[in-house]
């Protein structure tokens, strides 16, 4: 994709290369030319007009005498399903109708997801002409492009890191980024660790005691721990729920048909997995 420049020392007829190299090498970082374009050649050149400035060679003519895709079907101004220099995301088209950036994703939250992974998530954008999609960063650097509003991605490296998101529409216009601190088991973070916003369901019930009498059984289990704090634990028994503040519950032998499950709710509402005592073990 390189071409030649011969500099003979200083000389004049090297001084006046200069120009038509830099306008070739600025037009290959535009996106010029692919392989598609009817006169492609040489890795990413154009052969058929001895003066184009994208030619594989270096003919010595000063700039003004280059011409910009000659014939207008290759790179630029041409109706070809190819890249077109002019819409290099690097430009912006004096002649769209889209001027102005998509607004801001608003709304964007990082929780945990019984995957492992972290689901990221936020409200859709808008824009003047449409349409948009989005660009994702992790600790600042780029992932992907994608059209939805959510997203499963890899957990922080360390402690904590950032995700972010930033809208983009169709000639490319960027909105400001929105960026969310996830720090694993806690939730979204402020820059020191301190909890922000607790995105994270409690931990499961590990170990539940049964003791029963004769007409009662009771169930009771260690305090869960969460960084936002424990509001309740939600019993299920078939198509009941309860709601207890402590860790135990009594239940009366003779009407439990169904298995019971049992899972921490914290203060913000997150609901923990759920841990499921078969009814043989509860008649």
Request: net charge negative; charged share 20%.
């Amino acid at each position: 994709m390189a071409i030649v420049y011969l500099d003979s020392c200083g000389s004049t007829e090297g001084d006046s290369l200069r120009p038509v190299v830099a306008a070739h090498e600025l037009l290959h970082t535009l996106g010029a030319v692919e392989t598609a374009a009817p006169h492609a050649c040489n890795e990413g050149h154009v052969c058929g007009v001895d003066n184009d400035l994208l030619g594989a060679s270096l003919t010595g003519l000063e700039l003004e005498q280059h011409v910009l895709d000659g014939g207008r079907d290759d790179y630029y101004g041409h109706s070809g399903s190819w890249l077109d220099v002019q819409d290099s995301l690097f430009l912006e088209r004096l002649d769209s109708a889209d001027r102005s950036a998509p607004t801001v994703p608003a709304a964007a939250v990082v929780r945990d997801d019984p995957s492992g992974l972290v689901f990221f998530s936020w409200r859709a954008s808008t824009d003047d002409v449409g349409p948009v999609h989005y660009r994702l960063y992790e600790d600042g650097g780029f992932v992907r492009e994608l059209t939805a509003t959510s997203v499963l991605l890899d957990p922080p490296g360390g402690d904590s890191g950032t995700y972010s998101v930033r809208a983009a529409d169709a000639v490319g216009h960027l909105s400001q980024p929105v960026t969310v601190r996830f720090r694993a088991g806690v939730g979204i973070v402020d820059e020191q660790g301190r909890l922000l916003r607790d995105t994270v369901r409690p931990p499961a019930i590990r170990t539940v005691a049964i003791r029963r009498t004769e007409k009662t059984v009771l169930l009771a289990w260690p305090a869960v721990r969460d960084p936002g704090g424990v509001r309740s634990y939600r019993v299920t028994i078939g198509a009941r729920t309860l709601a207890v503040a402590k860790p135990s519950v009594a239940l009366a032998r003779a009407t439990l048909r169904a298995p019971v499950s049992l899972a921490a709710i914290d203060k913000a509402g997150n609901v923990g997995p759920a841990t499921t005592i078969p009814l043989r073990r509860l008649r």
